[in-house]
């Protein structure tokens, strides 16, 4: 944590210098920890409701965020962590051709639908 009152005291008791320097490396260190964590934690990874939709699948590692599907179909798709995501959907049965013309709009076809 970087707090003001701290950095003044420090250049007042240790110094000007001993201040600088531990500032940089404290900003350097959450840095360097925050793109550790990027790295290790993913989306999937994070605690949230599991939504499932028989038949219906995003893959998640082909998505590139265009956030086509959130536009074409607001009512079932949303962007969460810069990745399409499936809302949670209170009818009982889709949308077919929305749903298709949906899919058929994705860049990278990262949406999958199954009947069945």
């Known amino acids: ?15 000007l210098k001993f201040m600088a320097i531990r500032w940089v490396l404290t900003v350097i260190a959450i840095i360097i920890f925050s793109w550790i964590s990027a790295k290790i934690i993913k989306d999937e990874d ?4 599991v939504l499932t939709h028989p038949g ?12 086509l599907c959130a536009k074409n179909y607001p009512a079932l798709f949303e962007i969460k962590g810069k990745k399409a995501d499936i809302k ?11 749903l298709q013309s949906t899919i058929e709009a994705c860049p990278v076809h990262a949406i999958e639908y199954f009947e069945g």
Do not use: W
């Open 1 to 15: 944590m970087i707090k003001v009152p701290m950095l003044l005291n420090e250049a007042k008791f240790l110094g």
């Open 56 to 67: 219906l699948h995003i893959n998640r590692e082909a998505c590139m965020g265009c956030t």
């Open 88 to 98: 949670a959907y209170g009818q009982k049965s889709f949308d077919l051709e929305h």
């Open 46 to 49: 994070l605690p949230g409701e």
